[in-house]
């Protein structure tokens, strides 16, 4: 047997998440649909991660196994004449027997796009970005230096998922200018995320860049692990999963 990574891109806004539902359109089950048509069954496809239900990717990781005498298959060739226009494959590797796509992760790059202008948003941006309106970016980032590093970030976890720790090392949260003048970025790199941390975390900011907190309350809430002490989750079509990072 081989195996078979993948670096993914997809539009989220009409996909149920990543993973696998019987009767609903998702990632997942899209990419082992077309893997069946080339293989003749469906291989089980494993992701870095599960993107939630209108979530986008530009550097989703994915790895699946199949007979060794595939491996001359043009597979980015043949996936993409076979999946939907809103998913792409961007790379295919063969990859190391022991590669796995998620345990392997040793660090995700999520971005978060918030749009400021109140009057409009551009069609070529609503299903891409938060409309969340002005806000103060220097209270903001006062906030974000309380996140960064190793925390218990229990607080700014979805229920929903089995895990053995809530704490995590965000190596990074900054601004970044966005495509046009109306818009910015934030960026979030770390070992790796809860569920729905990074959406959890960008309501908490908003909130603050709105006056809605003190850079000190968004300590305050960390430190408490307490989830109900925080602000709502943003909504999940501002949040691009950009790319995974494996050990060299």
């Given at each position: ?18 993973q696998?539902?019987p009767?609903?359109?998702t ?5 082992e649909?077309?893997?069946a ?8 496809v ?18 699946f ?19 939907p226009?809103?998913?792409r ?22 971005e ?9 948003c ?5 299903r891409?970005?938060?409309?969340c ?7 903001m980032?006062k ?7 190793e ?42 995320f809860?569920k ?25 809430i960390?430190?408490?692990?307490d ?22």
């Amino acid at each position: 047997m081989i195996r078979i990574k993948l670096t993914l891109a997809y539009d989220g806004t009409d996909f149920c998440g990543w993973q696998y539902q019987p009767r609903d359109r998702t990632v997942q089950g899209e990419l082992e649909k077309s893997l069946a048509v080339i293989l003749g069954k469906a291989p089980r496809v494993h992701g870095s991660g599960r993107t939630d239900a209108g979530v986008h990717a530009l550097g989703q990781v994915a790895h699946f196994d199949c007979e060794d005498d595939r491996r001359d298959i043009k597979w980015q060739r043949g996936l993409n004449s076979l999946l939907p226009p809103d998913i792409r494959v961007v790379d295919c590797v063969i990859a190391p027997a022991d590669f796995h796509a998620r345990y392997s992760a040793i660090s995700k790059t999520y971005e978060y796009a918030l749009w400021h202008k109140r009057e409009f948003c551009l069609p070529q941006r609503h299903r891409f970005v938060w409309g969340c309106g002005p806000v103060d970016p220097a209270a903001m980032e006062k906030a974000a230096v309380m996140l960064r590093g190793e925390h218990d970030f229990a607080a700014f976890q979805n229920v929903g998922t089995d895990i053995k720790t809530t704490v995590r090392t965000i190596s990074d949260i900054s601004r970044h200018p966005g495509t046009t003048g109306f818009e910015t970025i934030w960026r979030f790199s770390a070992s790796g995320f809860l569920k729905q941390m990074v959406r959890n975390l960008m309501g908490c900011l908003v909130a603050c860049g709105k006056g809605k907190l003190s850079p000190e309350e968004v300590r305050a809430i960390l430190i408490s692990t307490d989830r109900t002490m925080a602000p709502k989750t943003a909504p999940a079509q501002g949040l691009t999963l950009m790319k995974v990072e494996y050990p060299s």
